[in-house]
Antibody, heavy 122, light 107 residues
């Protein structure tokens, strides 16, 4: 059974930094692309970033986070990360870690974690 | 960016009724359109992949259709447990984009 467990969320001031983690189990982590999707309170879903699998580790970002967020993965720990810098109030959201259906980033998300809440406020 | 426009935003439906939700893409996306269900305080759950392909474990009353720019999610004979918000997702091109969601309420 696929399990994705996010951690690292919290309250941070504008301009601050956070690192989100997602511990994965139940599948061959390195094979699949992984992504982060966020949901602002009471709002819809927004794709934030993906990293390809199959050894490529190519990264992709939505324009609003380019240059501020960095996605990475540690294959030895089966863990996905999202390093978030220069945080803005509009980054406040529940951040989901999600597994994509294949190695490339143009694939749907077939498993999701429960999310970790990031609140950016002074 | 491919914009996905869902309609309606909200629907209040009696049990056993049929529900139809549409998702229109701002440019052609082939069949790279997927549907999710999100219940309150839960993470999204995949219902349909590639416009019409069923997912193991998902009740057969959930069906999808369409290609190109116009897609439909149909819930045949709505059940009380289907109260949720439904989202579409396109994976034809980056950035991946979601529709705004359709909230289905049970009358």
């Amino acid at each position: 059974e696929v399990q994705l467990l996010e951690s690292g969320g919290g309250l941070v001031q504008p301009g601050g930094s956070l690192r989100l983690s997602c511990a994965a189990s139940g599948f061959t982590f390195s094979t699949y692309a992984m992504g982060w999707v966020r949901q602002a309170p009471g709002k819809g879903l927004e794709w934030v970033s993906s990293i390809s699998g199959g050894g490529g580790d190519t990264t992709y970002y939505v324009d609003s986070v380019k240059g501020r967020f960095t996605i990475s993965r540690d294959h030895s720990k089966n863990t996905l990360y999202l390093h978030m810098n220069s945080l803005r109030v509009e980054d406040t959201a529940l951040y989901y870690c999600a597994k994509q259906a294949a190695a490339g980033s143009l694939y749907y998300f077939d498993s999701w974690g429960q999310g970790t809440l990031v609140t950016v406020s002074s | 960016e491919t914009v996905l426009t869902q309609s309606p935003d909200f629907q209040s439906v009696t049990p056993k009724e049929k529900v139809t939700i549409t998702c229109r893409a701002s440019q052609t996306i082939g069949s790279s359109l997927h549907w999710y269900q999100q219940k309150p305080d839960q993470s999204p759950k995949l219902l349909i992949r590639y416009a019409s392909q069923s997912i193991s474990g998902v009740p057969s009353r959930f069906t999808g259709s369409g290609s190109g720019t116009d897609f439909t999610l149909t819930i045949n004979s709505l059940e009380a447990e289907d109260a949720a918000t439904y989202f579409c997702l396109q994976t034809y091109t980056l950035p991946l984009t979601f529709g705004g969601g359709t909230k289905v309420e049970i009358k």
